[in-house]
């Protein structure tokens, strides 16, 4: 009997037939979609094989839309062949069902979707699964020892079968919210909403992830656009050497004063020039020393890359999509550069601990980091990593980390010039954690000043001035990492004998004034997500939940998962919904965005709420663990998609809720003045 290998991409499955050591491996096309020799068969699909069919396949009447076939809810789903890709499934199906094969070996990517990929082949392809035996194989990379590990420790098919269950009922909720919702709406609010803008026709498309997304993306928009900024004045005192900032403390004159910003600043510049008189009333002009601190700040390497933190330094550094971020990681992972990169995991597991000496040794033929990996390795700290904050398998669900395998590096002569820079920065970032931390020398000085005044209904106070200073004693980590910029603009940059100076303050000593100033600040609007920030704020949707008790309940969960939110990105890109732009990364919503979320505001309103989005997500990680059943998912699943499909046929506010898109229309056109002019 033969053993099957069926891989999710020809690229994948080249590398499974190298390792296996089969003749016509580098070409793998030999006999035309597989592989084969006297006891081995390799091949693959192209991605996704089967999709899911539309309502009128199902009864031709339903693809009309109406509110009559609506809500359409499908007692069992059917499923169909991709046009374009239905040459090679029919030589996969063949090969599943040939009587000599006696072991199947599932080699698709190693999570969720790649289980849908290849669950939804075996079932069109009637595979009788008492004839098989299968297996799957779970791979953190591609390189040949850890194919070939994968394959030694496949466990059997029927182990995934809850990961396999929350694949279906992903794509079962994608496909009833898209379209229940997308015709609901479309059918209440397409003709308005064409009218209005003057467009030939208009479908309003919405989901479970893509429209609580496009929903963030307004919402900051808006919170911008509504943002006053408020003016406030700080006082400053210049000494011979250093700037001190004053606050106010218990003992201040100006303690809870209604005159205040915060307890640094005041609202009204009058405000700061009448405590500059006070406190100039009297000579000398000098501040007391009332406390110096002095400490050794410790600042640890940075967890290591998953996903979302990669697309966000990548969109940060060098100005490229999400996508693209995806895209190249994906061909470091296939060329063997990297581990595998559709992972939340920050850390590595401690199996992988063990042997993450052969990653550290493999870079010491990475000539930008060869010193690097060769101090590691000498030093030997890299052993007691499975001990570090770095190493948690709690912390794992399907991969660990994206790491160097210390692989592969012969790849590198054919990468451009994005693929290096991401590889060197995955590499950079692995190799920090095996550095010590950084240390900062800091000096933190509270200085004060006594004033007769009345504020209130107090009298006389004592004002504090606070300055702090650092000084980095012990680069650590950042001699891999790179030297970044301190963004405490209040810590003071010194050389040693300066921070020597101050450190050597005595309570008590005094010292003189030169001036003081005010400086004039402005409150800042939020920013606008870039498409790395959208990434993150995605990741880590629980954090937008004001309800403690619900954001502590979807902790973890986020809205879509590592592999799909750059494609709810470019899919709202896509349907004009935001704008991208591509020098900045900067993501604004379109005019038809703003509209389309108004809609959804005033009819199903919970699609734009991420507790919402990301407890389905929780639900679903709760199937593929095991502790929710696939019948109490589809239960609920099914009751959200009726109950608000059938609310959006009782809704009568269509005529009324272009008042609403008037509120918003004066901004684009001031936008689309501001473009004509610039051409003209």
């Not at 793998?28 to 081995?40: I, K, P, S, V």
């Not at 031709?60 to 809500?71: E, M």
């Not at 190799?431 to 200085?447: D, G, M, Q, R, T």
């Not at 050389?495 to 100033?517: C, W």
Request: with cysteine.
């Amino acid at each position: 009997m033969k053993n099957l290998y069926i891989a999710e991409k020809p690229s994948v499955a080249r590398e499974f037939a190298k390792a296996l050591g089969m003749k016509g491996a580098a070409t793998a096309g030999a006999r035309d979609g597989y592989l084969e020799n006297e006891d081995t068969v390799v091949t693959w699909c192209v991605g996704h094989l089967i999709t899911m069919s539309y309502p009128e396949v199902y009864d031709p009447a339903l693809k009309k839309w109406s509110f009559d076939t609506i809500p359409f809810i499908p007692e069992e789903y059917k499923y169909e062949i991709i046009d374009a890709s239905s040459k090679q499934f029919q030589i996969v199906s063949r090969l599943l069902n040939r009587e000599d094969v006696g072991r199947i070996y599932v080699c698709t990517d190693s999570g969720r979707e790649g289980e849908y990929i290849y669950r939804l082949v075996e079932q069109m392809a009637g595979v009788d699964k008492s004839k098989k035996d299968r297996r799957r194989v779970w791979i953190d990379s591609q390189t040949e020892e850890e194919i070939m590990r994968g394959i030694r420790e496949a466990k059997e098919l029927s182990a995934y079968d809850n990961l396999s269950d929350a694949a279906y009922l992903r794509a079962q909720e994608d496909y009833l919210m898209g379209i229940n919702f997308s015709r609901a709406l479309s059918l209440k609010y397409s003709y308005t909403v064409r009218n209005y803008l003057g467009m030939d026709r208009c479908v309003i498309a919405v989901g479970r992830v893509m429209t609580c997304v496009l929903g963030m993306i307004v919402k900051r928009e808006r919170e911008i656009r509504q943002f006053v900024p408020t003016p406030f004045y700080r006082v400053l005192a210049s000494t011979e050497g250093f700037e001190a900032e004053w606050k106010t403390t218990k003992d201040s004159a100006y303690l809870d004063s209604p005159l205040l910003y915060k307890e640094n600043g005041f609202k009204k510049e009058e405000s700061a020039k009448q405590l500059i008189t006070e406190l100039s009333a009297d000579a000398p002009i000098e501040l007391i020393v009332q406390k110096v601190e002095k400490k050794t700040e410790k600042k640890a390497p940075p967890m290591l890359y998953n996903l979302a933190e990669l697309q966000n330094d990548c969109s940060r550094l060098f100005k490229i999509s999400p996508t693209d971020t995806l895209n190249t990681v994906q061909t470091l992972y296939e060329r063997k550069l990297v581990t595998y990169p559709r992972t939340d995991a920050r850390v590595l597991s401690t199996a992988v601990a063990k042997e993450i000496g052969k990653n550290i040794g493999g870079l010491q033929k990475y000539e930008p980091l060869a010193q690097y990996a060769q101090y590691i390795m000498q030093q030997g700290g890299y052993k007691g990593v499975a001990k570090s904050k770095y190493v948690n398998d709690k912390q794992i669900t399907d991969h660990y980390a994206i790491i160097p395998t210390g692989q592969g590096l012969g790849n590198l002569n054919g990468l451009n010039d994005i693929q290096r820079k991401v590889y060197d920065i995955i590499a950079r970032r692995f190799l920090s954690i095996f550095f010590p931390a950084a240390e900062y020398e800091k000096v933190s000085l509270v200085l004060s000043r006594q004033i007769h005044t009345v504020v209130g209904e107090k009298e006389n106070g004592t004002e504090s001035f606070f300055a702090n200073f650092k000084r980095l004693k012990n680069p650590g980590y950042l001699t891999i990492a790179g030297l970044s910029s301190d963004k405490k603009q209040e810590e003071q940059k010194l050389t040693d004998e300066e921070l020597a100076k101050f450190a050597s303050l005595k309570k008590g000593d005094a010292i003189p004034v030169q001036t003081f100033n005010i400086k004039e600040g402005e409150t800042s609007p939020p920013k606008r997500y870039s498409s790395g920030t959208l990434i993150l704020a995605m990741e880590n949707a629980g954090q937008l939940i004001e309800d403690e008790e619900l954001r502590s309940q979807i902790k973890g969960s986020g809205i879509g998962t590592s592999a799909t939110r750059d494609s709810i990105i470019t899919k709202l890109v896509t349907n004009k919904y935001i704008a991208l732009n591509k020098k900045t990364q900067i993501v604004t919503p379109t005019f038809l965005g703003e509209i389309i979320y108004d809609v959804c505001l005033n009819s199903i309103q919970s699609l734009l709420w991420a507790e919402m989005t990301a407890s389905w997500e929780k639900g679903l990680s709760g199937v593929a663990e095991g502790t929710i059943s696939k019948d109490e998912y589809t239960a609920k699943m099914n009751k959200f998609v009726c109950d608000n499909t059938n609310a959006v046929k009782q809704i009568r506010n269509q005529n009324q809720i272009t008042r609403l898109f008037d509120r918003t229309k004066p901004f684009y056109e001031k936008a689309g003045a501001k473009k004509a002019a610039k051409k003209s």
